[in-house]
């Protein structure tokens, strides 16, 4: 889920579920060109917090 927590120009948060049994998750970020093709994506791996 992408949420904002501030100035939505320069700030954005990214959330998911997954459950105990994943010990490294990513997300791969790219820039869309015009059409609405990924262009280069980039891993970015996350810093796991478990929440009861």
Not at 2 to 20: E, G, K, M
Request: aromatic share 8%.
């Amino acid at each position: 889920m992408l949420t904002w927590n501030d100035n939505p120009a320069t700030n954005q948060s990214v959330t998911w579920r997954t459950d105990s049994s994943v010990i490294n998750g990513f997300a791969q970020i790219a820039v869309a060109n015009a059409n609405g093709r990924t262009l280069k994506p980039k891993n970015e791996s996350n810093n796991i917090s478990f929440q009861k």
